[in-house]
């Protein structure tokens, strides 16, 4: 009795068909589509029909994914390149405008600068002045020739014909210092120029010359246990200004010795040519 009722419901009721598999559905649902929206059409070929297709209103189904990105990525090139084709080919005084527009107005009469240009020649005013400044290099240029007095580091430059600072080089120099000694020795006669008032300055001897320079030799033998740059300072108030250059070493009785820096003496007089008086 029992299979009989479940076969007359059965009967009755009908059977339910099963769902629908999801690909049919997704086949329905897409030609449902379709019936509201234009024809599709599936690009396959070449390029230029799919930009054809796409111009009269056409959606466009692609069978590889991400070539619309690409199309749209040489799209955007291709207006970038129209765009800088665009701008070569503008007048350079439209470009000009552009760049000033939001500056100031250009002076058409002011004359353009030039890098290489010569330097314009000075006025009879700084002509004069210039040559006032020169006059004290031209007055202690001649005064080697008389009998006035040299300061030392000048007359050494001179003498070497070298800059101040290639002479500094030049007392590393074993050969040009040996020169330099022999010629303070026998050619020149050297006088202090520090002291106040200038007849308390008294002639020096040069017998050599210091390896150290004065802001490392000891004064006085070292006893006092300052060197000679802070000697000169403290008992002459005189600050060297080339503490790093050496000093003239003139040798006393015994074992004494005197450091003299270079810019406290001065040259007076030319021994070889007119003696010494």
Known sequence: MNVMEFLLTLMVWGVLEDDPEPEQQQQNTSSEAQTDQPPLIVVEDSGDEA???????????????????????????????????????????????????????????????????????PTATKQ??????????????????TNLPVPLIEYLCQLRNCSF???HVLFHNLDARREIIEHLRQNVQLRTSHLKPT????IVHCHDLTVQSASIVPAMSGYLGITVRGYYYVKHNFKLCHPYLPCIIEF???????FYPLEVLCVIRNKMKGGCY
């Open 128 to 145: 004069n002045e210039d040559f006032q400044l020169k006059r004290p290099t031209v007055s202690t240029s001649l005064r080697s020739k």
């Open 165 to 167: 600072k290639e002479l």
């Open 51 to 121: 930009e054809k297709n796409e111009k009269k209103g056409v959606d466009v189904i692609t069978p590889a994914f991400g070539l619309l990105t690409i199309m749209d990525d040489i799209a955007e090139d291709k207006m970038d390149e129209e765009q800088i084709e665009d701008e070569s080919n503008i007048d350079t005084s439209e470009k000009i405008l552009r760049i000033t527009q939001d500056d100031k107005p250009l002076d058409w009469t002011a004359e353009p600068e030039n890098p290489f240009r010569e330097p314009t020649p």
């Open 199 to 202: 007849c308390r300055n008294f």
């Open 252 to 258: 006393g009785g015994g074992h004494h010795r005197s």
